[in-house]
Structures are given as C-alpha cells and as structure tokens.
C-alpha cells in the first residue's frame, strides 16, 4: 500500500475553488482506481491550510492517476499557486488502531 500524506497551503480566496477542483479529479469516484481512500481537508481556512491523505492499493494505482489527463491539468493550474509538503511512504503491516 502508497500512502500519500502532507499539506498544501494556497491563497485564501482560492480554497473554494482548489477544493472543486480536487473533486472533479477524485480517484475515490472512480471504480477500479486502486484508490482506497482519498482526502482533502481544511485545516485552517484562515491560513488557507490544507491537508492531503490518500491511500493507494499499490504504486501502479498512484502513479496511473498522476498520469491521467484530468491530474495534469490539475497540476498546470494548481501548481505555481500552491506550496507546502505533500510526500509518499510504502505501508505494510496495516491492523486496526485499537488491536
């Protein structure tokens, strides 16, 4: 499993937008993706902080998605108006929290 996790910080009067934009592309809509769980959440409107969490069933799953022509044009318009850390990490030994 492909766990993608971090932030993004934009400007305030585009949170509403950014985040209409990152629905149109949700892999987590798509059936077959590969996409266990995909997110994004407002961590501090204000600051315009967002969090990023996705789960991925495997590299292949990931890296189809950043491939597809709805993620790039994504990317071309989001990615000179957004800043921040959003980095990749290889999961195993998955249990509940509580076990």
Known sequence: MI???GHVDIAPSDVDDFLNDIEAINPANKAGSGCLSYAVAIANR??????V??????????????ARRETGAFVGKWS???????????AANERPLMA
């Open 53 to 66: 969490a996705e789960r991925w069933q495997d590299q292949p799953s990931l890296s189809a998605h950043l």
């Open 80 to 90: 000179d108006r957004m800043q921040g850390e959003v980095l990749k990490y290889d």
């Open 46 to 51: 204000k600051a315009a902080r967002l969090l």
């Open 3 to 5: 766990i993608v996790l």
